[in-house]
C-alpha cells in the first residue's frame, strides 16, 4: 500500500468511527488549567486536639475544605461521608492532601464535641483537621475569606437549631490558592477528586 492509500485508509476508518472518534480526540487534548480564583483566607483556630491549627499548617499542601455543624439535621452527615470518601480515594496521596471541616456553630461545637463527631463517624483523623474558634473569627473566615452562607434559622420552640450554610467544597492548592468550587451532589465529588489529583501530581 503506497502513502496515498494509506492515508486515505486512515481518513476512512476516522470517518467511519463517527462522533466517537471526535470525542476520543478531544479527550487526548490537555486538560485546561485550573482557574486561580482568590487567595484562600489566613485563620488561626483549634482542632478536635485543643491544638491550635493555622493556616501555615497546610502550605505546601493540596487541601480541602467544608462547613458543617454537629448538630445539623439534614446535609452535614452527607457533607462528612462524601468527604471521607475523596480522603479514602486519596489515601495514597495522604502526606500532601489535608482536609479541613470548619464549624459554623461554635459556639455549641468545642473540640471536644468536634472530636466526639469525628468519632462517631469513624473519620480517619490522620489527614482530616474539625476546626472551631471564637463565632466572630470563624464566620469571618467562612463567609468573608471562602465566600460562603451562614445563618441561622429561626425555628419554633422545641424544634432543634439549624443553620443555614454552604454546601460546597473548596479546593486550595499549596500555594493558598482557591482553586474551585465543587457542589456536594451530582458530578461535584468526581470532579473534586480529578482536580485533586491534578493538583497533587503537578506539586501544587
Given at each position: 500500500m503506497n502513502s496515498t492509500k494509506r492515508i486515505?485508509?486512515?481518513?476512512?476508518?476516522?470517518?467511519?468511527l463517527g462522533p466517537a472518534a471526535l470525542v476520543l480526540a478531544s479527550a487526548c487534548g490537555p486538560a485546561p488549567e485550573l482557574p486561580r480564583i482568590s487567595k484562600a483566607p489566613v485563620f488561626e483556630l483549634t482542632d478536635q486536639r485543643q491544638a491550635t491549627f493555622g493556616s501555615d499548617r497546610v502550605l505546601g499542601k493540596v487541601w480541602v475544605a467544608n462547613f458543617i455543624f454537629t448538630s445539623c439535621p439534614d446535609i452535614c452527615p452527607l457533607l462528612t461521608?462524601?468527604?471521607?470518601?475523596?480522603q479514602k480515594d486519596l489515601s495514597k496521596n495522604a502526606d500532601s492532601v489535608h482536609f479541613l471541616s470548619f464549624t459554623v456553630d461554635p459556639v455549641v461545637d468545642t473540640p471536644q464535641v468536634l472530636e466526639a463527631y469525628a468519632s462517631h463517624h469513624r473519620v480517619d483523623q490522620t489527614n482530616w483537621s474539625f476546626l472551631t474558634g471564637p463565632p466572630e473569627i470563624t464566620e469571618e473566615v467562612v463567609v468573608k475569606g471562602f465566600k460562603q452562607a451562614?445563618?441561622?434559622?429561626?425555628v419554633k420552640e422545641g424544634e432543634p437549631r439549624n443553620i443555614r450554610h454552604g454546601s460546597h467544597f473548596v479546593l486550595v492548592d499549596g500555594e493558598g490558592i482557591i482553586r474551585g468550587f465543587y457542589r456536594s451532589r451530582g458530578d461535584g465529588p468526581v470532579s473534586l477528586l480529578r482536580d485533586a489529583r491534578r493538583l497533587i501530581e503537578a506539586g501544587a
Open positions: 486515505a485508509f486512515r481518513i476512512a476508518v476516522f470517518a467511519s461521608s462524601t468527604m471521607a470518601g475523596i451562614q445563618e441561622e434559622v429561626p
